[in-house]
C-alpha cells in the first residue's frame, strides 16, 4: 500500500524475510489485542486513553459544525475552515528524549519469540525512521497530532480496504486534530516522555499493520488481509474509542460520523 501523504511508503521496502512472519505473528492477529494483553499493554494509561477519546469527540464534534456551516459541495477547495478566534498552542509538541526506546517495548510486549521480537523491532525501526523524514518536511515532527494522523489514515486505510486520504485530506486531518488536543488543557501539562511514547506508539501501530496487510496483499492471501482489517478495527477502537465503521474516507478526506 501506497500512502500518497507521506510520499511513497513503497519506498520503506520490507524484504520478503521481513514480512514472512507477519502472518502468523501472535501481534499480527486481533487476539493480540486486550486492555490487559497484547496492545492494550503498551498503549498508555487509563487517564492517556481518556484524553484520546475527548480529542476524537472534540474532534467529531468540530467536523459536523463545520459541514453544516459549509456543506463539501459549497467547499471546492476541500479545505477546513478553522475559526478565526483559534488559539494555537501546540499542546501536542514535545521534546525528544533519546531514552525513550519505544521499538524496545513494543518487540519485548508483543513478541513471544525472539525471531519475532527482533521482527517487530525492525519493522518500528524501519517505519519510524521514514515517517521522521516525511514529519519533518510537512510540519508535523515531535507533535502527537503527527503520529495520530499516520496511525488513523493507515488503520482505516485497511480497515476498509481502500484509497489512502489525499495529501490535503491528510494535512486537514492534522490540523483537526491538533486544534482538537489544544481545546484540552491536560495535554499541554503532560510530561514530554509521555507524549513522545503515545507518538511512538501510534507510528508503531501504523507500520505493523503496514507490515501485515502489505505481506497479504503480495500473497494473495485472504487470511492475512482479513487479520489486518480486524486489528486496524480493533486498534481504532482501541486508542480513538470509536466505531471504525464511523471513521471513512471520502473524497479523499478522513471523516468522522
Same mark, same amino acid.
Given at each position: 500500500?501506497?500512502? $500518497?501523504?507521506?510520499?511513497?511508503?513503497?519506498?520503506?521496502?520490507? =524484504?520478503?524475510?521481513?514480512?514472512?512472519?507477519? =502472518?502468523?505473528? /501472535?501481534?499480527?492477529?486481533?487476539?493480540?489485542?486486550?486492555?490487559?494483553?497484547?496492545?492494550?499493554?503498551?498503549?498508555?494509561?487509563?487517564?492517556?486513553?481518556?484524553?484520546?477519546?475527548?480529542?476524537?469527540?472534540?474532534?467529531?464534534?468540530? &467536523?459536523?459544525? $463545520? #459541514?453544516?456551516?459549509?456543506?463539501? &459541495?459549497?467547499?471546492?477547495?476541500? /479545505?477546513?475552515?478553522?475559526?478565526?478566534?483559534?488559539?494555537?498552542?501546540?499542546?501536542?509538541?514535545? $521534546?525528544?528524549?533519546?531514552?525513550?526506546?519505544?521499538?524496545?517495548?513494543?518487540?519485548?510486549?508483543?513478541?513471544?519469540?525472539?525471531?519475532?521480537?527482533?521482527?517487530?523491532?525492525?519493522?518500528?525501526?524501519?517505519? +519510524? %525512521?521514514?515517517?521522521?523524514?516525511?514529519?519533518?518536511?510537512?510540519?508535523? *515532527?515531535?507533535?502527537?497530532?503527527?503520529? !495520530?494522523?499516520?496511525?488513523?489514515?493507515?488503520?482505516?486505510?485497511? @480497515?476498509?480496504?481502500?484509497?489512502?486520504?489525499?495529501?490535503?485530506?491528510?494535512?486537514? @486531518?492534522? *490540523?483537526?486534530?491538533?486544534?482538537?488536543?489544544?481545546?484540552?488543557?491536560?495535554?499541554?501539562?503532560?510530561?514530554?516522555?509521555? +507524549?513522545?511514547?503515545?507518538?511512538?506508539?501510534?507510528?508503531?501501530?501504523?507500520?505493523?499493520?503496514?507490515? !501485515?496487510?502489505?505481506?497479504?496483499?503480495?500473497?494473495?492471501?485472504?487470511?492475512?488481509?482479513?487479520?489486518? *482489517? *480486524?486489528?486496524?478495527?480493533?486498534?481504532? /477502537?482501541?486508542?480513538?474509542?470509536?466505531?471504525?465503521? #464511523?471513521?471513512?474516507? %471520502?473524497?479523499?478526506?478522513? !471523516?468522522?460520523?
Amino acid at each position: 500500500m501506497k500512502l $500518497r501523504f507521506l510520499g511513497r511508503l513503497t519506498g520503506l521496502t520490507f =524484504s520478503i524475510t521481513l514480512l514472512a512472519a507477519a =502472518s502468523s505473528a /501472535q501481534w499480527g492477529t486481533p487476539n493480540a489485542y486486550g486492555y490487559n494483553t497484547g496492545y492494550g499493554t503498551v498503549y498508555g494509561t487509563f487517564s492517556h486513553a481518556a484524553l484520546m477519546q475527548s480529542m476524537y469527540n472534540v474532534a467529531r464534534s468540530e &467536523q459536523l459544525n $463545520r #459541514n453544516r456551516a459549509n456543506p463539501p &459541495q459549497a467547499d471546492r477547495a476541500g /479545505q477546513a475552515k478553522a475559526s478565526p478566534t483559534a488559539v494555537v498552542r501546540n499542546y501536542g509538541l514535545f $521534546r525528544p528524549d533519546a531514552t525513550v526506546d519505544t521499538g524496545k517495548l513494543l518487540s519485548e510486549s508483543l513478541g513471544s519469540t525472539p525471531e519475532e521480537k527482533a521482527l517487530i523491532k525492525r519493522i518500528y525501526t524501519a517505519t +519510524k %525512521e521514514f515517517y521522521e523524514k516525511e514529519a519533518t518536511a510537512k510540519g508535523w *515532527k515531535n507533535n502527537i497530532a503527527g503520529g !495520530v494522523t499516520f496511525f488513523t489514515a493507515t488503520a482505516v486505510t485497511i @480497515y476498509h480496504d481502500t484509497e489512502e486520504p489525499s495529501p490535503d485530506g491528510a494535512d486537514i @486531518y492534522f *490540523k483537526a486534530v491538533n486544534a482538537s488536543i489544544d481545546a484540552i488543557p491536560e495535554f499541554g501539562s503532560m510530561p514530554d516522555k509521555d +507524549k513522545q511514547h503515545f507518538n511512538n506508539m501510534m507510528i508503531g501501530f501504523g507500520g505493523m499493520l503496514l507490515a !501485515v496487510y502489505t505481506e497479504g496483499k503480495q500473497n494473495n492471501n485472504a487470511e492475512t488481509i482479513a487479520n489486518s *482489517k *480486524k486489528l486496524a478495527g480493533m486498534l481504532l /477502537q482501541m486508542v480513538l474509542k470509536a466505531d471504525p465503521e #464511523n471513521i471513512r474516507i %471520502e473524497n479523499g478526506r478522513i !471523516v468522522l460520523k
